[in-house]
């Protein structure tokens, strides 16, 4: 825990002490449903009666998840935590607390720390999340954050990946291949992300550094009803759709002059390119979906099927296998 | 989560997935509480109605907080588990379940892993405790494990640092100085530990290698209303009573002759060793606390004062000012 009660703990930018009582103090008191925060041996929470528990956990790893050079601290931060609130979007849930361990390096500047915790924390406090606790030690070798979300759903209401049924309407929310065409000019320039002029900057720019978890969205869909299932995605629309349907038992067939493509990319980064963020679900055929929830187009792409194969059409040719090929540009 | 549901996640020992199906079948499917563990967005826990939720959070990295030429693969996940399950026996609460960020290089052996897996999991079962879900990613240098533990204590009855008050007698659990006197004798021998002869193996070994959480001790205080504030010790009796004392502005002196001293210890290494996983209590003086709990002696060792100083004496001389040293073994 954020508690200084760590065994041979060291060196971190501000002593670890130091850096404890900032964050603790940056952090505040938090909502009503949190009775203890940082500073005891474990942080204790008051969820809503009558709601099930949502507990995700993300690493985001120096090299693997974000680079220095490519990313400002503060995005890193808000990224970070993105991805556990996505989750809990994807759930249908209400994110209660925040949980942030983190390993940092002996050198890092103090600078550093104070935008990771201001994206961070500014992010946090949009949707309410209180930052609860977390553990501070140092890295022999680049930034590691793993990062806890908690959350809750009425009771038996939460929307798992697993309960998708044959013949259900697939639907995504937004648009598709932005984040990954700014990920690609980044890579194609190797450069100092803050030094790329505006003019090479692409549209997907923000949604890269600063993704948007749909937690409105979410709220909806459990609120009425409408989804039978539901993942966020963030390995790409290929890979997760694979997810429900591996975890529910049925197929796929995609009409891919439906999918909702961001300007400047293409079909093959909107189906593979990941770190979209945007929520897929599958509703009943007989669901009232409107074609717009909290001002993002909901879009349907395709249904499920009891053949348990993914497919892809673009209605001119036989159907093809779509492969979960996610994101890999970072695989060696 | 671990859900395969990651970025840019590559060769693990097992490729990724492979590994996330073989923690997922050796995890089963827990208790009652748990209505989803592994394979979705989040997991989805239900814990007892009328409870507080416990969260702590605990980094165990490579170099820092174990030597894979020290540790055994199993008892490095025996530590990761049973220090958050200590913090869950420090509030007086009830684990239920865990969570898993794992970071491997690409070069561990599978055997490290399974053998992780199975002292984790080892002492996972003994406490009834459900690995529940995390993370899965490569690590550029060492292994890094973020371990969660979630546990519940009935409402507003989670024990807490900061709930001393003046007066009341300081007591602790089990002995003292055992833990470090194993660490002395790895760091005197600079040895792998698989090969360090039986003669040269301290009485501290096991408590080293293996520690066990006082849950029974926790929970027995905490159904008697006998504690009123408690933490664990894992830093070192020093520096942990510091730690009440700061969060509940109050002072203590303790009796230097009344701390249970592990055989072949000392004094020193019993108020600064650390990673004892001994519980420290405070409760009032009319307060009926058993010479023995749960089979594990319980010691008085001294009182709070209103004089926000931590002093020790030995009767003979003035009481001396308690400096926190914790374990300082691995500081440069």
């Known amino acids: 825990m954020l508690n200084a009660n760590c065994c041979y703990h060291l060196h971190v930018p501000s002593p670890e002490k130091t850096l404890i009582s900032r964050i603790r ?8 449903s949190i ?21 995700t956990t993300d690493f985001n790893l120096e090299g693997t998840h974000f680079r220095r050079e490519w990313h400002p601290a503060d995005s890193v931060g808000h990224r ?4 556990g609130l996505s989750d809990i979007a994807a759930m249908g849930g209400e994110p209660i607390a925040a949980f942030m361990s983190l390993a940092l390096p002996a050198d890092l500047p103090q600078e550093w720390v104070d935008d990771f915790l201001r994206g961070f924390l500014a992010l946090a406090k949009r949707f309410d999340v209180t930052l609860a606790g977390g553990d501070i030690a140092e890295s ?6 793993d990062i806890v979300v908690i959350g809750s759903a009425p009771k038996e209401k939460a929307i798992q990946r697993s309960t998708a049924r044959v013949g259900n309407i697939v639907y995504v929310t937004g648009t598709f291949g932005a984040s990954a065409v700014a990920l690609k000019a980044l890579f194609a320039s190797g450069k100092n992300s803050k030094r790329l002029p505006h003019s090479e900057r692409s549209e ?16 909806y869909l459990r609120k009425h009803r409408l989804a039978t299932s539901m993942i966020d995605l963030s390995d790409g629309l290929s890979t997760d759709l694979a997810h429900i349907c591996e975890e529910s038992g049925v197929g796929a067939i995609l009409n891919q002059n439906l999918i909702p493509i961001a300007r400047n990319a293409d079909l093959d980064l909107a189906l593979h390119g990941g770190e979209d963020y945007e929520l897929l ?12 929830i909290a001002g993002i187009p909901v879009t349907e ?32």
């Open 140 to 145: 022999k070798s680049g930034i590691l954050a």
């Open 204 to 219: 997907g720019w923000g949604r890269h550094f600063y993704p948007e978890p749909r937690l409105a969205i979410g709220r």
């Open 80 to 83: 970070c935590l993105a991805r």
């Open 301 to 332: 792409i395709g249904w499920t099927t009891r053949e348990k194969k993914v497919l892809i059409t673009d209605c001119e040719h036989p159907a093809k296998k779509l492969a979960a090929r996610g994101w890999e540009h970072f695989k060696r």
């Open 281 to 292: 679900f599958t509703a009943r055929k007989s669901a009232k979906v409107p074609v717009e």
């Open 35 to 55: 009775i203890k925060g940082i500073g005891d041996d474990s942080a204790i929470l008051r969820p809503p009666s009558g709601h099930d528990l949502l507990v």
């Open 25 to 32: 103090k940056l952090a505040g008191s938090g909502k009503r």
